[in-house]
């Protein structure tokens, strides 16, 4: 079995201690996960990365640890360890800013795990290795580009359907961000790894023109159903409302948690707009 490297195996470490101490204090977990309002009202953009080094429990971390094992040694070895921390870093703060764009209007949506940075590893070792074959060993393997196109086609699929407790959407942004950075780093690869490359980018970009033109498709909850009917201006003004409600609801939620103070600037004229 393939031993880590270096770069590789002092991110293994420093996972698995970040997320043994959420295991133990919730508080901890809570204060460095990926949440939505903190993110764009709290500008605690750290939690962009530092939800990546957290995880649920024991069984997210394991399935998470055991794919880093199998691609993070020979992704480093092909890459080198300073592109290979770029490769994962990139990755990781892809998957959450693509979650950050589809969640946006979900102010309590809360996220941790480390699979958008490892899907990255993945969909580069594809593009480095298009022989490479994926899996579940001594079940069933499959060549990589498969893999890469199965794999796209089901995060969409998953975005779209909320499919199980599952952030389909860092892992899509973090593979797809993977998969251009060694790219960049190798461009070569353009022209020797073009079908494999191109068998996961394709899929991805056509499920983005998709959204772009149907971007109800997240809350329908399928990309081809067609768009909502008609709203009247009544209904109009009542979803207005529902919605100030629910920013109120938020601001006073985090006033109670952590006071008035911890308000930024925008946030106390938002809230003395919406007192009136």
């Known amino acids: 079995m393939t031993e880590f490297g270096i770069v590789g195996l002092a991110i293994l470490i420093v996972t698995l201690l970040v997320s043994y101490q959420g295991f133990k204090k919730p508080e901890y977990l809570d204060q460095y996960a990926f949440?939505?309002?903190?993110?764009?009202?709290?500008?605690?953009?750290?939690?962009?990365?530092?939800s990546g080094l957290l995880h649920t429990g024991w069984v997210h971390l394991l399935m998470n640890v055991l794919t880093f094992y199998y691609f993070s040694s020979v992704v480093e070895l092909l890459v080198g360890y300073?592109?290979?921390?770029?490769?994962?870093?990139?990755?990781?703060?892809?998957?959450?800013?693509?979650?950050?764009?589809?969640?946006?209007?979900?102010?309590?949506?809360?996220?941790?795990?480390?699979?958008?940075?490892?899907?990255?590893?993945?969909f580069a070792a594809i593009a480095l290795m298009p022989e490479v074959k994926v899996g579940f060993p001594g079940v069933l393997m499959v060549p990589g580009w498969l893999y890469g196109l199965l794999y796209v086609v089901f995060c969409a699929y998953g975005i779209t359907r909320r499919l199980g407790n599952i952030g389909h959407d860092a892992h899509l942004g973090g593979g797809l961000v993977g998969l251009?950075?060694?790219?960049?780093?190798?461009?070569?690869?353009?022209?020797?790894?073009?079908?494999?490359?191109?068998a996961?980018?394709?899929?991805?970009?056509?499920?983005?023109?998709?959204?772009?033109?149907?971007?109800?498709?997240l809350v329908l909850g399928n990309v081809f159903a067609p768009a909502p009917g008609y709203q009247t201006v009544d209904d109009r003004y009542q979803a207005q409302v529902r919605q100030q409600e629910a920013d109120l609801d938020e601001l006073l939620d985090k006033i109670n948690r952590k006071g008035l103070e911890s308000l930024s600037a925008r946030e106390k004229k938002q809230l003395e707009r919406l007192s009136r």
């Open 82 to 122: 300073r592109n290979y921390f770029m490769l994962y870093v990139a990755s990781l703060l892809g998957g959450s800013l693509l979650s950050l764009l589809l969640h946006r209007r979900e102010s309590e949506y809360t996220a941790v795990g480390a699979s958008g940075a490892i899907s990255g590893l993945v």
């Open 35 to 50: 949440r939505i309002k903190d993110i764009l009202y709290g500008r605690q953009y750290y939690r962009l990365l530092t």
């Open 180 to 198: 251009l950075t060694v790219v960049v780093m190798r461009p070569e690869l353009l022209r020797t790894n073009y079908l494999a490359i191109g």
């Open 200 to 217: 996961i980018l394709l899929p991805a970009l056509a499920f983005f023109v998709l959204l772009i033109k149907k971007p109800g498709a």
